[in-house]
Structures are given as structure tokens and as C-alpha cells.
């Protein structure tokens, strides 16, 4: 479902350029549950953002569910990211004059989803990461945690194929943590694509296989070793 | 050094009255290394601003070094945690349109560093946490570990009384997270207090006194236990 040829992104030129992604090959099919894991600064979130179509490589060829989205129109591709991704960011980007479950409700307003249902679906999910007491509290009325959290319900609520989370625990504690992953092993059991960024092994351990990113290049890409 | 008296910090009023600091009573004397932990939403955050003088609790007493803050204006209290205290914020707040080195220095301008001292101490700095190479970037040119090293290099270079660091490895790796604790570790040997919010056992072992809050309360205090 995601495969990236080749692809690469750089910043800068001559001396000063560098390569965020350097020509990487990836391919990752329908339902797998995938760790990428590297030291930080080594191109994790650039590759993610590729991945997310929120950023399209300086070279390569990268194909999403079969279609070449290089090729796509702005307008398509945000309608293939609202209906197929869901992406948790590393610094959450929640909209900052909107409620909790505001924030969780816009992308199913953009997919079309009737009023009640949305409200719903988004009361559910924050309830499924701890935040039923927060609904309609603002970003900055939030702890840091309870940021990433929503930035966790907004992700999944619109039932993506493709789910993206960079260092989706970074800001938890062990139990807050252990609760967001058993939510996507639960999702990745019902057929979701599973592909976190971590630096935490608890979470990393869930996957099937771990990408390891070097200075911008596929170091290694292997099954998860039980440890 | 530091002495918090019932100190309470609440928002909203009547039902909607979030406790997010309730009556702590807190000593730290100098030279001390405490970790804080608890669970998301718990008030370490809260507790953590009230200590750096950044908000101002709704009631009881906060000393420090002697001082009563509540009674201080707003230039003295500013002057205050520029000379005493180093904050890595749990959001990094640096500065969006400043370089990592530029971001470095600002710290030590305000405490009337000489001009070519404060370059080389930011230079080293942010060599001591890896980062030699990224000086002239802005934030958002920079990885979210990336950001999180500058926000630490800049706590530390004016060489307060006391370190305030709101998870402080939250977005590394393991490698890049060993290298910020072994700074805080030769730091607390030179004699600084170092207080640290954390969810990494990694992080809080190294510390002598583990504090934990629970709903904004003070649950326990005690010695770190060597695991
Ligand atoms: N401006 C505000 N208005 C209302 N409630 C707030 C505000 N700021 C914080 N809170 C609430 O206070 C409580 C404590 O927040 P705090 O940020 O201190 O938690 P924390 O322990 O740092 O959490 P985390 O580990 O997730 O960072 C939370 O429940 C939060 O929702
Ligand atoms: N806009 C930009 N301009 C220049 N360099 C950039 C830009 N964005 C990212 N970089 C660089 O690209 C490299 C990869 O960044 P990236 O954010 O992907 O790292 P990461 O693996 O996610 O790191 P972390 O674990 O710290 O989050 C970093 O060295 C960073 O400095
Ligand atoms: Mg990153
Ligand atoms: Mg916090």
C-alpha cells in the first residue's frame, strides 16, 4: 500500500545541503505493523511526512495504494490523506481555538460525516484515551500528555487505512502509554496499517517488523526481535 | 533553596474547578537531584511552572532561596530566574526566528555576558549536546530532538542555582537521551539543583529523591530506589 523508489529530500545546496531522506526503498503492505526507529535528527519525520503526502520528495517516485501521488492535484491529495491516513505529529498541531472534541470531530467534517455520528465518534474515542473529563477544554488547557492524546483520537477517528504516529508516547507516562498502544494493536488487529516512530522499545516491541533510519538512509528492515 | 508552603494552583471555579496543584508542601535544599513523576494530567507541569517563578500559585507560600516570590515584582522576579533558575520547557519555547546558537545566547544577554564569552559558552553548549553542526538553523529547520537539545543547552549555559527540566527526553533516542543525563548528572556534581519531571526510568534512577504527584496532590517523597 505505501512504496517509496528512490526517494529522497534534501534542504540547502552546495555545502550546505542536507539530505533528510537520502534515496530510500520502502515497501510496506496492507496491514503490516511497522516500527521505524534512529537516532534523532536521522530523518524519521521527513519520512513520515512523505509518507503522509504533507511533503513530497526532492527525487524518487512514491506510490500510495497504487497511485503515483507526485502526480496528484493539492485538492486530491487532501482528500486521499483525509480518507486513507491518519497521522499523530510529533508536536500534536492541534487547532488551537478549538475544544478537545472539536479538534477531534474536523476530519470527519471533512469526510462528510453527519453531525450526530461525528459527535459520537469523537466523544468515543477520547473516551477510549482517557479524556472524557477534557471534551471541551482548549489546547492550552491541556497537560502535554493530554495534548498527544487528542492528537491520538483525531488520528484514528476517521477509521484510516494507513495510520502514521510519530513518537506517539513521547509525552505519557508507562500506563498512559501502555493504553495508547494496546489501541493500535487492537486497531492493527481489525486490519489497519500500523507505522509508528519510536524511540521507546515498550511501543516498538509491538510491531512485526522495525526500519531503522541512519543519517537519512534505510540502515536496516527486519522482523521485530522479541526481546 | 526552594520551599512551596499549601501552595495551590487552580483554574476555572464551581464544578468546572480543576485542582491542578492542591496544598503541596515542598523542601529542596540545595544541591539536591529530585525527579518528579506521576501520571499525565497530574499537575507535574503546573508544579514545575510554580517552582520556576513562571506562574504564580492561587494560594500558600513559595520561598525561594529565602525569598517570598509572591511578594517580589515583576522585574525582580524576571532578573531572579534569569540569575538562578535554567527551565527546559516541556515545549521547548525557543525562539522561532533565532537561530539554535542566537537562542543560546539570549539567556546570558540578559545577565550581562560579555559579548565573545557568551558565543563561545553557547558554542560549547550545544557541542556538549551534539548539535556543533546545526548552530545556524532556526527551530523549525531543526528535528523535535533536535529542538529539545537546543531548549537544554540554553537552560544550562548561564549556569543557574537551580535546573528545571520538564521532560527533557521526552523526543530522543536512547543514545542522544544517555548524553542529556550524563550532562545533568556532572552538573549535580558541580553543585547545581537539578529538578527533573520524567517518565523515563532511564532518566529518573540517576536522580537522589523521587516525588510523586497524583491529581495534583503530593503522593509520596521519598529516596530514589536503586532498581
Ligand atoms: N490553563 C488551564 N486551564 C485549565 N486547566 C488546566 C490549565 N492548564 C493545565 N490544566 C489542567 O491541570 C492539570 C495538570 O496539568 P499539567 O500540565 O501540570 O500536567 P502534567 O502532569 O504536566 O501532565 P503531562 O505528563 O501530560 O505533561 C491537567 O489536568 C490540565 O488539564
Ligand atoms: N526545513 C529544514 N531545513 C533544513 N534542515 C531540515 C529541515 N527539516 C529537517 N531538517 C533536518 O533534517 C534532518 C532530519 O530531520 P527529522 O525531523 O526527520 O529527524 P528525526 O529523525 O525525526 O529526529 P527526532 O528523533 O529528533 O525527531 C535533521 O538533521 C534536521 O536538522
Ligand atoms: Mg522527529
Ligand atoms: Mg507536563
Redesign the interface.
Known amino acids: 500500500v505505501i512504496q517509496l523508489e528512490q526517494v529522497s529530500r534534501v534542504?540547502g545546496q552546495g555545502e550546505a545541503l542536507i539530505r533528510a531522506c537520502d534515496r530510500i526503498d520502502l515497501s510496506i503492505y496492507p496491514g503490516e505493523y511497522c516500527a521505524i526507529?534512529?537516532?534523532?535528527?536521522s530523518g524519521?519525520?521527513t519520512l513520515m511526512n512523505l509518507i503522509g503526502c504533507l511533503d513530497r520528495p526532492t527525487s524518487g517516485r512514491y506510490l500510495l495504494d497504487g497511485m503515483d501521488v507526485s502526480r496528484l492535484s493539492k485538492t486530491r491529495l487532501a482528500r486521499i490523506r483525509n480518507r486513507k491516513l491518519g497521522f499523530v505529529f510529533?508536536?500534536y498541531e492541534l487547532l488551537p481555538n478549538l475544544t478537545a472534541l472539536e479538534n477531534v470531530i474536523v476530519p470527519m467534517m471533512y469526510a462528510g460525516v453527519g453531525r450526530s455520528r461525528r459527535r459520537r465518534r469523537a466523544e468515543y474515542a477520547l473516551q477510549r484515551v482517557g479524556l472524557s473529563d477534557?471534551l471541551h477544554k482548549r489546547p492550552g488547557?491541556?497537560?502535554?500528555?493530554?495534548q498527544?492524546?487528542v492528537a491520538i483520537a483525531r488520528a484514528i477517528v476517521n477509521r484510516p487505512l494507513v495510520l502514521l504516529a510519530d513518537?506517539p508516547t513521547?509525552?505519557?507516562?508507562?500506563?498512559?502509554?501502555k493504553t495508547i498502544v494496546e489501541i493500535f494493536d487492537h486497531l492493527h488487529a481489525s486490519g489497519m496499517t500500523v507505522i509508528v516512530v519510536t524511540?521507546a522499545q515498550e511501543v516498538a516491541c509491538y510491531s512485526k517488523r522495525t526500519i531503522m533510519i541512519s543519517d537519512g538512509r534505510l540502515l536496516s528492515d527486519h522482523l521485530t526481535s522479541v526481546a
Do not use: F
Not at 526507529?37 to 535528527?41: D, F, I, L, P
Not at 513521547?170 to 502509554?177: E, I, P, R
Open positions: 534542504y526507529m534512529g537516532q534523532s535528527g524519521k519525520s510529533q508536536r477534557r488547557q491541556l497537560s502535554g500528555g493530554q498527544q492524546r513518537e513521547g509525552a505519557l507516562d508507562t500506563q498512559s502509554a524511540h
